[in-house]
């Protein structure tokens, strides 16, 4: 944690990285709080590029009317290459202060917060995140607003699928998002009652899995769910699928769910997590504290330092997998 001592008058929002149901309601919070304390608030489009671009539009307490509940951004969101180059940096700092904006919220994931923690670093903004991805792989927080939704979303799907496996005593092989966060797969996994999860950091081999198949199998089951976080790209599950059949000879669907976790209206959990947040990224700015993330411990919101949040030592909740395995039978 870090503090300063600048008047703020004007604070700047942006939401960075991939989108997650439940941004809008943190950036209402964010608008809605600062509008009560006379603090003008500027939404910066299209994330970290719109510092480059000087694309800001700002934003009153009307503005915020009925996004609660949408997914999505409504300032958008993206990724920016040239933010990984100091000049680029620098530029964007100098753009923004020509603006007028004192501070900073950054409502996103890792990556998102490696830039922040670099414009505290090297110009000293101060700058509050909120962390919003589908993956909740931040470390220093339980949770991640959108991951709830993007759980439930992928759960429905997977509940229908199962309905289509029992009927043709099939094998399907259900690709969830993620990336290097096992966490979706974990969750879902668990609470779809699949046969077995792959995520990037268990120790599942296509083996493990085929024997699990086969004595469910011999148990009676006729139809298996696998459920597999996609890891570095999409696509992971074909590999899976293939494999099994050249080890067992058993034919595998494959169904990839896709970006549709991203969407939809977020859960009550997220729109409550991202409000709490959104507001609590202000609160602490006006109270002299940046270079930090809101974070929830489980009970209570806490502040986390940048550096932490990043560290990717956030690991996938093995006891579900190992749950998971043991009521599948």
């Known amino acids: 944690m870090a503090q300063f001592n600048a008047q703020i008058k004007k604070i700047g929002v942006f939401t960075s990285g991939g989108d997650a149901p439940g941004m809008n309601a943190a950036l209402r919070a964010v608008v809605r ?9 500027d939404g910066v489009i299209h994330g ?14 009307r503005d915020m009317a009925n996004i609660i509940q949408r997914g999505g951004t409504i300032i958008k969101t993206g990724r920016c290459l040239e933010f990984l180059k100091p000049e680029y940096r ?41 962390p919003g991805t589908i993956d ?17 979303t992928a759960l429905s799907a997977i509940d229908k699928i199962r309905d289509t496996a029992d009927s043709h005593d099939r094998l399907f092989i259900i690709e969830v998002m993620g990336r290097n966060s096992g966490f979706i797969a974990s969750w879902v996994g668990l609470a779809g009652g699949a046969e077995e999860i792959f995520t990037p950091d268990a120790n599942t081999t296509v ?5 699990r198949i086969k004595d469910a199998q011999k148990n009676g089951k006729r139809s298996s769910i696998v459920i597999t976080a996609e890891g570095q790209k999409p696509g992971r599950a074909y590999d899976l699928a293939e494999s099994i059949r050249k080890k067992s000879g058993l034919d595998a669907k494959v169904c990839i769910l896709g970006h549709q976790q991203r969407g939809g209206s977020p859960t009550a959990i997220d729109r409550i997590l991202a409000t709490r947040m959104g507001a609590a990224a202000v609160q602490t700015l006006l109270s002299g504290r940046c270079n930090v993330m809101i974070g929830f411990d489980g009970k209570q919101l806490v502040e986390v330092d940048f550096a932490t949040a990043i560290r990717h030592e956030k690991k996938t909740p093995m006891d579900f997998i190992q749950l998971s395995n043991l009521l599948a039978r």
């Open 136 to 152: 909740n792989d931040i470390d220093g927080t339980e949770s991640t607003i959108g991951f709830d939704t993007a759980v439930n």
């Open 33 to 41: 709080t600062a509008r009560a304390q006379n603090i003008e608030v």
């Open 207 to 211: 083996d493990k899995a085929i024997d």
């Open 90 to 130: 620098t530029r964007a700092v100098q753009n923004m202060k020509a603006q007028g904006i004192d501070a900073l919220v950054c409502i996103g994931g890792d990556g998102s917060f490696t830039g922040a923690l670099a414009l505290w670093n090297e110009h000293q903004i101060p700058i509050v995140g909120v």
């Open 48 to 61: 970290y590029s719109g510092f480059l671009e000087n694309s800001y539009r700002p934003l009153q307490i």
